[in-house]
């Protein structure tokens, strides 16, 4: 499968995709905006809470093609961030007393800098997560790559967005399951997911399909059992992430013809105390060319940091993003569903 | 006349039935909420025996909302497709149980 970009699908647009979920039809259009939302719970404009996670999109290349990608990452995709950026990068984390650094792609193993920015990053003593597809570490190029970061007290988050077969090869690929399972077994081998190591390893929940996640806590016990009992797998934590209506999933919704419904569910399932806890208020997120924004998915579709904040890396100011007001559309109701999502999970 | 009896949007509309008689459809809808909260059996776990029963009874309706609420609720198509049979076997087995009912008959007519 190649990405929409690849194949010059309208989609790969940023703007078509924002009229698609402002615009589609009647119905949609007549979705009360993000804004108005804010509003009436006196949460316009949205406002940091101090940023605390530095996410650096290390690049759109990946292994994999997944159906419901909202980075449209694939082999196809050249942007990488360059060492530079990733200098500057440094340069900010250094000086601003962050203690989360997040990477996430693509597959971040795949940037060529990968390893020297790890390293630069722990000598720092930062907590350091690596969102890795798992699939990744099964190639030769990778696979000493789980000892490095265990080294360096990486904790790594990774996709498997359900328990069995059927749902993860179906949103990720065939095959996918019994390579992340080989993969996993062999986390646990060398330390990871196990409490009294330290080293973090935590999965990733994402809808395959067009529904809301599941509860966060009872799915976490699902997976710990089965995993456990199919395979003797441990790990620590389950993130549930609900599918915001970008990219590649925003695809799926309309060749299905899921588009109203699940805006309206997202619409309808707007939790107040979600929105009070939304990422955006304590993560920045930096493009693979530097270029900052609220978080991955403004980024993914070009809404950069607005309202007088810098908007490039070379630019950082700590005190100035700390005051900006936060960009919202449409697609912000993905994070304020129900339960709230994140890239750490639930958000009540 | 609508083409066909059951039309999706009409789910949506369920609540509408209090424009007929308010108090006694403000009553279903409380009870019905309070059946499906967490108590002695789980939300999660009242979700899939109302999977069940939508196949029982055949409510598209039914089918339609809680297939949702089933993976929203994170059962598998395993989980939920065992469920139908459960409903299946309960009402396969309501006919076959029946004959006994039908061999008792025929124990008394014939010789």
Not at chain 1, 61 to 90: F, Q, S, W
Not at chain 1, 205 to 233: C, M, T
Request: aromatic share 10%.
């Amino acid at each position: 499968m190649k990405s929409l970009i690849a194949q010059s699908h309208s989609l790969a647009d940023p703007e078509v995709q924002l009229d698609v979920i402002n615009n589609h039809s009647e119905k949609v259009k007549n979705f009360d905006k993000f804004q108005k939302k804010l509003n009436e719970i006196g949460l316009f404009p949205l406002l940091p809470t101090g940023i605390e996670i530095f996410q650096i999109n290390v690049g759109y290349m990946c292994n994999m093609t997944c159906k419901h990608c909202h980075v449209d990452a694939g082999p196809d995709r050249k942007e990488i961030m360059t060492r530079e950026t990733l200098e500057y990068c440094l340069e900010a984390i250094r000086t601003s007393g962050i203690e989360t650094v997040d990477l996430t792609g693509g597959a971040p193993e795949m940037n060529p800098h990968f390893r020297w920015f790890v390293d630069e990053a722990s000598k720092l003593n930062k907590q350091i997560i690596v969102r890795s597809n798992l699939t990744i570490l099964d190639t030769k190029k990778f696979e000493d790559l789980p000892r490095f970061m265990a080294e360096r007290g990486v904790e790594i988050t990774c996709s498997l967005p359900f328990y069995n077969k059927r749902r993860t090869d179906a949103q990720r690929g065939e095959g996918t399951y019994e390579k992340s399972v080989k993969i996993l077994k062999m986390l646990n081998e060398i330390g990871y997911g196990k409490e009294q190591e330290g080293l973090r390893l935590n999965l990733v929940y994402n809808p395959v399909g067009a529904f809301l996640p599941a509860d966060q806590k009872s799915l976490k016990q699902d997976y710990k059992e089965r995993l456990w009992k199919d395979h003797g797998i441990i790990f620590n934590d389950l993130f549930t992430i609900t599918n915001l209506p970008i990219s590649r999933y925003l695809n799926f919704l309309l060749t299905s013809g899921n588009l109203e419904e699940y805006m309206e569910k997202l619409v309808t399932s707007f939790n107040p105390s979600a929105a009070m806890g939304v990422m955006c208020r304590n993560t920045i997120s930096i493009g693979w060319d530097g270029t900052l924004y609220d978080c991955d998915f403004n980024q993914m579709l070009k809404l950069r940091t607005n309202h007088g904040a810098p908007d490039h890396i070379k630019n950082w100011d700590l005190k100035k993003l700390n005051s900006r007001e936060i960009v919202v559309n449409q697609h912000c109701y993905g994070c304020t569903a129900g339960a709230g999502s994140s890239c750490g999970g639930s958000v009540t | 006349m609508e083409k066909t009896y059951y039309n999706p949007d009409d789910l949506k509309k369920f609540g509408n039935v209090g424009d007929y008689q308010k108090e006694l459809a403000d009553k279903f809808f409380d009870y019905y909420g309070a059946v499906f909260a967490d108590s002695s059996l789980s939300a999660k776990e009242k979700s899939i025996i109302a999977l069940a029963v939508a196949h029982a009874v055949q409510c598209p309706y039914c089918i339609d909302a809680y297939t949702q609420d089933s993976l929203e609720k994170g059962f598998s198509e395993e989980q939920m497709m065992e469920a139908v049979h459960v409903a299946t076997a309960i009402r396969g087995g309501a006919s076959l149980v029946h004959g006994v009912q039908m061999m008792n008959k025929v124990d008394k007519l014939t010789m």
